[in-house]
């Protein structure tokens, strides 16, 4: 209880959010940070999973890697890169460090949303004459993205909790504010740098969650525009015991005019 | 003679040989830690599972309440029980605990969730009470999804004690963290390599421990033989 009033009393002070070492300078690191590392990572996971998931190939590979990643600690791969050749190189270490534990969830949530696509939307697609390219943009990517968002969410709100480690090896970010506060013998200090950056991960947790929740409405939307707009069985196909129902999802990616048959 | 500890090599035979002791005291802490914290969680994420299964109510706050604390970084989490604890293992032990229970309150209610409804009737019928229908029936049958949990928690936990450095109890964690202060790369290198060598010989043992325990499912998936794939079944019948 002594802490936390300690803490509040710290977090009001107005002192400790200015200047150099400041709350807002470190957020701001913080926040930089998260965010080039997540932009980093998402541009070398992306392409990859979606590939690898086109192909159908690779599949041990992206659970292995997810197992892997967990395995190793994000405080040794800092410490062992600041001690490296690139430790003089500034911010590089932790940028490295952050997003190599980022790729992880990235590629396994990209590559098993593009697997668990419906084979049979797939096939059809394929059957209409899509090129690969075509199939890998407009049917298996759209179908793809909302485990490909939850996996940028994870990856998200784990690099906000992890980019706090980066103050251990000296870096900049809102962990400085609990190891300023642990060199200093500053509870005080140290638990309300601790509640400024669980304040954070939830809060980016939150603004994500929300995001994905708000995009949800508009495909549904979509959904009902398209269903509206297809007949409920198109003329010249089967009806076959396990697909009532499932015209509604495919028609979201398949352009109606496909579905006359041949 | 020079020798790889006066050079600061990486890779160093003799620091090995001179500070074993050390290794192993780090080692031993380490995988104490690990092992009462993935202990205490499967205790205490068991009646919750079983409470959240009663109750929708309770399930909803169990895991919406587990899934924040899993958001809240390690070092902000052990810098937030230091004022509880004070310098101890317990901070921890503590944190260690409560990011698991996130990971295996959820495998635990999943596990008993799948067992079927058909199963657990014939059971009744058959005249189990309650308990021994947990205990011989709903449990083994959600052994897989429970061993599951228990792996990712454990490494993740081997993973993570390596933070408890900055509150002096991060078993392997402690060494990295003097060797980055002192640059002293073998020690790093070293401290590093035995923690991620630790994670996988846990996580091989718990898939072991998991065989052992359920000769069936070995059994089943012989007799099962290989299978024809979803996709290809749904192609086949595309043509058809």
Redesign the interface.
């Known amino acids: 209880m002594e802490a936390l009033g300690g803490a509040w009393s710290w977090l009001t002070d107005g002192a400790n959010w200015a200047g150099e070492g400041g709350v807002w300078h470190r957020l701001g690191e913080h926040v930089w940070l998260t965010a080039a590392c997540l932009a980093l990572a998402c541009a070398v996971a992306l392409p990859i999973a979606l590939w690898l998931g086109h192909l159908g190939r690779g599949g041990a590979l992206a659970v292995n890697l997810a197992n892997i990643g967990r395995a190793v600690p994000t405080f040794a791969v800092l410490v062992l890169l600041s001690l490296g050749p690139l430790g003089t190189e500034g911010h590089w270490p932790t940028v490295i460090a952050l997003v190599l534990f980022a790729v992880p969830p990235l590629l396994t949530n990209a590559y098993v949303g593009m697997r668990e696509t419906d084979r049979d939307v797939v096939e059809a697609a394929r059957g209409m004459g899509m090129s690969g390219w075509q199939l890998l943009r407009q049917v298996e990517l759209p179908l793809a993205l909302p485990m490909i968002a939850t996996g940028v969410r994870t990856a998200a709100v784990q690099l906000v909790a992890t980019a706090t480690l980066a103050a251990l090896t000296g870096g900049g970010g809102l962990g400085r504010i609990i190891t300023a506060g642990f060199n200093t013998y500053d509870t005080a200090q140290v638990v309300a740098g601790a509640v400024l950056v669980a304040v954070l991960a939830l809060t980016v947790e939150a603004v994500l969650a929300g995001a994905q929740r708000l995009s949800a409405p508009t495909r549904r939307r979509e959904r009902r525009r398209h269903r509206e707009r297809t007949p409920p069985r198109a003329p010249g196909r089967a009806p076959s015991g396990d697909r009532h129902g499932d015209d509604a999802r495919r028609s979201v990616t398949i352009p109606n005019d496909g579905w006359g048959g041949t | 003679m020079g020798g790889c500890l006066e050079a600061n090599d990486w890779i160093c035979g003799e620091y090995l040989r001179t500070r074993s002791q050390e290794l192993v005291d780090a080692t031993a802490q380490h995988v104490g830690i690990v092992a009462v914290s993935v202990g205490i969680a499967l205790l205490v994420s068991f009646p919750l599972a079983l409470l959240a299964r009663r109750r929708r109510a309770v399930a909803g706050a169990v895991l919406g309440l587990t899934t924040?604390l899993y958001?809240?970084?390690?070092?902000?989490?052990f810098?937030?029980l230091?004022?509880v604890f004070g310098l101890s293992a317990s901070i921890v032990v503590t944190g260690l605990v409560l990011y698991s229970l996130t990971v295996l309150v959820r495998n635990v209610l999943a596990g008993l969730e799948s067992v079927p409804q058909e199963v657990r009737e014939a059971a009744r019928g058959m005249g189990y009470g309650p308990a021994r229908l947990l205990l011989t029936v709903e449990l083994p049958l959600a052994l897989p999804a429970l061993m599951a949990g228990v792996r990712?928690a454990t490494?993740?936990a081997?993973?993570?004690t390596?933070?408890g450095?900055?509150v002096g109890h991060g078993g392997l964690?402690n060494l990295?963290?003097s060797?980055?202060d002192s640059?002293f790369?073998a020690e790093?290198?070293t401290?590093?390599v035995i923690?991620?060598v630790l994670?996988?010989v846990a996580?091989v043992l718990l898939l072991g421990a998991q065989r052992l325990l359920s000769p069936w499912a070995r059994a089943r998936r012989r007799t099962r033989g290989t299978g024809v794939g979803?996709?290809k079944r749904?192609?086949a019948?595309?043509v058809g």
């Open positions: 924040v958001t809240i970084p390690s070092l902000a989490m810098a937030l230091l004022p990712i490494v993740s081997v993973s993570l390596t933070v450095a900055i964690g990295i963290y060797g980055m640059f790369k790093v290198l401290a590093s923690c991620v994670a996988v996580d979803r996709w749904s192609a019948r595309g």
